[in-house]
């Protein structure tokens, strides 16, 4: 089970290399478990949840609800969302202004063009779906906001890969074997070596059906305030037979804008930050 690993690790496995086993890792896992459903756990239904031993479930339920990020129910035996952790995730909503206005961007942007629209990160030899806006149209492919997709295959990872340096590429893929995911993934280090090349002279990328048969994909860099690399790339995807190689370079001067859109917000924001 996913979740049996996630608390036996002490935390979810993309998080693992980086953050490590930790008690406080351990906490945060139970309370993603917990916070996945809306059920009242008992220690034993958590218990066959997560595969710990009972006294140690024990142990952390006792220091999440003396924390009051959860609370016992009436009945005593079962354990709910607290009304700190509660507090916590309003307050979050409340004054994520940054994603609410990065959304409208993908929003508007999908409504211009009329198809999907995304919004990634880098992290480690994936690239990670931190927003994204699907297009009306009933033939799309479904992929949701925390999806991951490999560097090499994918339009916004050769983006990223085309703001490293050779050294910096290297050391990334060296550990990240080119895994053919299609017919016309590049598991050629030169081949794909060639590609970035061309995206770094072009300024945006194609992932012409390289991670998905039949997905065609046009990415560009969102540009950072300060002129260095960015960790923020947005893109479009659509099926082949409503969107060519030809029709996504059409695509350009509306994604660009968009681009260009997202880095002001994030420049604004950094200002707010330096006032505050």
Do not use: W
Not at 2 to 30: N, Y
Not at 122 to 137: C, K, N, P, Q
Request: with cysteine; aromatic share 4%.
């Amino acid at each position: 089970m996913i979740r049996r690993m996630k608390i036996v690790k002490g935390l979810a496995p993309e998080a693992s290399e980086s953050a490590g086993d930790t008690p406080t890792m351990r906490l945060f896992a139970l309370l993603e478990v917990m916070a996945a459903k809306d059920l009242r756990y008992s220690l034993q239904g958590l218990v066959e949840e997560t595969g710990l031993p009972k006294p140690t479930l024990h142990r952390m339920l006792q220091q999440l609800e003396g924390a009051g990020l959860l609370q016992r129910e009436g009945d005593g035996r079962h354990y709910g969302i607290g009304t700190r952790l509660r507090r916590l995730a309003e307050n979050l909503l409340l004054n994520d202004s940054l994603h609410g206005a990065r959304h409208t961007v993908l929003r508007q942007l999908v409504e211009e063009i009329g198809e999907s629209c995304n919004l990634t990160a880098i992290s480690g030899s994936e690239v990670v779906y931190l927003d994204r806006v699907e297009t009306a149209a009933p033939l799309r492919f479904y992929l949701h906001s925390g999806s991951r997709v490999p560097v090499h295959c994918s339009a916004s990872g050769k983006i990223f890969l085309a703001q490293m340096s050779l050294a910096q590429r290297r050391r990334l893929l060296s550990n990240a074997p080119l895994e053919p995911y299609t017919p016309k993934t590049l598991t050629d280090p030169e081949a794909l070596k060639k590609e970035v090349q061309r995206v770094r002279k072009d300024g945006f990328a194609i992932d012409n059906e390289e991670f998905l048969p039949g997905l065609l994909c046009i990415a560009a860099l969102v540009p950072s305030g300060d002129d260095g690399p960015s960790n923020l790339c947005i893109a479009v995807q659509a099926p082949i037979m409503r969107l060519d190689v030809a029709k996504a370079k059409t695509l350009l001067p509306a994604l660009q804008r968009a681009a260009q859109a997202l880095s002001r917000i994030d420049a604004d924001a950094g200002t707010d930050r330096a006032q505050a």
